[in-house]
């Protein structure tokens, strides 16, 4: 233990003994560390830097200063080299300070090689290593290397402080004044007008049980389990709502669904069954490429997300408004809430790429991105192990846990361990 780590510790143990206790299991060797100089002095963990090497407090002051003027509470997300906690504790307008090592062996590291009793003495701070996963402060600050080299139990955490920071740009994807947006709507404003409102579903449905299929891996895994719940007498089966990328996969192990979601605005006839089943149901959303709408045999519905966009829209063909929040999967899911099922079980909903593979049935590539070169992102699957993500699958997962919070009288069941771990979801095991 080095003097200046010895130093910071004595403070900590006095202020926060839980803490401390913590701190003395740290294993800092399982870190590679080294100093990096330049106009300023930093630290290099891992390949990334806790900080700039050119200017830190110019970097400090960047980031404290995008919080509101006036604001008298802050959380730190991340401590860096320490500059932002040292900043925020020179500034005597704050009543509180709240600190949130995201990695205990790096804060440890930290305290190793540099002197932090400035602010861990600042009786305003305190020092919290296992903040809330679900909710952020109202004011609070991230350090994003910090986020870099999080624990796993802090992974939730992380994926909201992204999924928060990247809002503001993935927003101006829907803007109401989108010019592909307002071509679309206009090419299937006529279609959208005469197809009758997805809410009449209900008339049709009262599933007690729903099966929502997604595209993910672990899809092939339950072919048979679902081919066999499609055989059951029609008054014991359960409802089947599956995406539309999982259309083609079903079709092909002789699987029908009841209803098929499609919302994506490039989402072709290539992506789906050359002989498309008469008897689906399609509930899309207007974003829908015109083709499929007109190449579908059986029966359409109209729907609308919540965002704001569709609003002057639904004012005047009022429509089933359904969750969305970057995947198809939110909608599907939304609406089986909808139709009243209390038992939902999800399948190839695995927001990662579990051994390795992008989809079920299709070839790597041909949906979304393929599996190339390094990966930074991931999840924990329901084995408590690490699983290859992308940063959007990241968000996707932080926004269904979300919905799942706010729908208590739905039980909500995920049918593989090897995807992504759903909070709010029990496993359960589906097979034949």
């Known amino acids: 233990m080095t003097d200046l780590l010895q130093h910071n510790m004595a403070i900590i143990r006095r202020r926060w003994p839980e803490v401390a206790q913590a701190m003395d299991a740290a294993d800092t060797d399982s870190l590679d560390a080294m100093l990096v100089t330049g106009a300023n002095q930093t630290i290099s963990v891992n390949g990334i830097q806790l900080s700039s090497r050119h200017n830190r407090l110019a970097e400090a002051e960047l980031l404290i200063n995008q919080l509101p003027a006036g604001c ?107 010019v592909k947006f307002q071509r679309r709507l206009a090419d299937n404003l006529e279609t959208i007008k005469q197809d009758p409102d997805a809410a009449s579903l209900s008339m049709l449905y009262q599933p007690s049980k729903t099966l929502v299929v997604g595209t993910g891996p672990s899809l092939e895994q339950h072919y048979h389990y679902l081919r066999a719940q499609r055989a059951l007498p029609l008054e014991t089966r359960p409802l089947m709502i599956a995406v539309d990328t999982a259309l083609k996969a079903l079709a092909h192990e002789n699987i029908i669904p009841d209803i098929v979601m499609s919302v994506d605005f490039n989402i072709s006839l290539a992506h789906l069954p050359e002989e498309l089943p008469t008897n689906v149901k399609l509930v899309y959303f207007p974003k829908t490429q015109p083709q499929v709408l007109h190449a579908w045999p059986g029966e359409r519905f109209a729907a ?114 090897e995807g992504a771990a759903i909070e709010g979801t029990l496993y359960q095991e589906c097979k034949i």
């Open 304 to 417: 609308y997300s919540l965002n704001e966009t569709y609003n002057e829209l639904n004012s005047r063909y009022p429509k089933l408004r359904l969750f969305a929040n970057g995947s198809v999967i939110h909608p599907a899911i939304d609406l089986a809430v909808y139709l009243k099922s209390k038992q939902i079980i999800l399948f190839g909903c695995d927001f990662s790429y579990p051994q390795n593979k992008t989809h079920a049935f299709w070839p790597e590539g041909k949906l979304g991105p393929k599996i190339t070169g390094e990966k930074h992102h991931w999840v924990i699957n329901g084995y408590g192990e690490k699983v290859v993500t992308d940063l959007n699958f990241r968000g996707y997962l932080l926004a269904l846990e979300h919905y799942i919070r706010t729908q208590p009288q739905v039980a909500f069941y995920n049918s593989s361990l």
């Open 72 to 178: 008298r509470t802050v959380s730190v997300y991340g401590i860096g080299m320490g500059d932002v906690p040292t900043l925020l504790a020179d500034n005597k307008h704050l009543e509180q300070i709240r600190i949130c090592p995201l990695n205990l062996n790096l804060f440890v590291l930290l305290l190793s090689y540099t002197d932090q009793s400035e602010w861990l003495g600042d009786m305003r701070v305190e020092l919290e290593p296992q903040p809330r996963q679900d909710a952020l402060a109202q004011h609070h600050i991230a350090v994003i290397p910090d986020l870099l080299l999080i624990s796993d139990d802090n992974a939730r955490l992380r994926d909201l402080l992204m999924f928060q920071n990247n809002l503001a740009f993935a927003n101006k994807r829907h803007r109401d004044d989108d």
